[in-house]
């Protein structure tokens, strides 16, 4: 069975059905434009080895991780020079993510651009601090 072609929105996003699991999620990878997809690989992947038992799903158009019965701790999402990660509780974590606005509530997050290098370590720390704390239940 053929798939049809992913429809990229405003800012290169993939238009991906919701869906829970892996498979939608690497759908949505797959069809991140250029460069932007072997960082959301990295991502995933990084996410992955941190929190092994991570719960994953495709909700409006975004890649969402949590935890089973604690809600989605992180999401990423595509737009025109960057990769934008939020932390749905990121406000608890330390250091904080650059990102954040007082109408962002708890949420903060990192963009990422193509010429810059991904501090792997300190995501890595993130992803671990993230997956323990109460995450965002729509």
Same mark, same amino acid.
């Given at each position: 069975?053929?798939?049809?072609?992913?429809?990229?929105?405003? =800012? =290169?996003?993939?238009?991906?059905?919701?869906?829970?699991?892996?498979?939608?999620?690497?759908?949505?990878?797959?069809?991140?434009?250029?460069?932007?997809?072997?960082?959301?690989?990295?991502?995933?992947?990084?996410?992955?080895?941190?929190?092994?038992?991570?719960?994953?799903?495709?909700?409006?158009?975004?890649?969402?991780?949590?935890?089973?019965?604690?809600?989605?701790?992180?999401?990423?999402?595509?737009?025109?020079?960057?990769?934008?990660?939020?932390?749905?509780? =990121?406000?608890?974590?330390?250091?904080?993510?650059? =990102?954040?606005?007082?109408?962002?509530?708890?949420?903060?997050?990192?963009?990422?651009?193509?010429?810059?290098?991904?501090?792997?370590?300190?995501?890595?720390?993130?992803?671990?601090?993230?997956?323990?704390?109460?995450?965002?239940?729509?």
């Amino acid at each position: 069975m053929e798939s049809k072609p992913v429809k990229l929105l405003s =800012g =290169g996003n993939p238009q991906i059905p919701k869906g829970d699991g892996d498979i939608p999620v690497q759908r949505y990878i797959a069809a991140m434009p250029g460069w932007k997809s072997d960082l959301g690989r990295r991502l995933d992947m990084l996410i992955v080895q941190t929190v092994p038992d991570v719960r994953k799903a495709v909700k409006w158009n975004s890649p969402f991780y949590g935890m089973e019965g604690r809600g989605w701790f992180l999401s990423f999402h595509v737009l025109t020079r960057y990769v934008k990660v939020t932390f749905f509780n =990121g406000i608890a974590l330390h250091p904080l993510p650059p =990102g954040g606005t007082e109408r962002s509530k708890e949420a903060r997050w990192i963009d990422i651009h193509e010429d810059e290098t991904l501090d792997e370590a300190l995501m890595a720390d993130w992803i671990r601090q993230a997956a323990a704390l109460p995450g965002w239940t729509p």
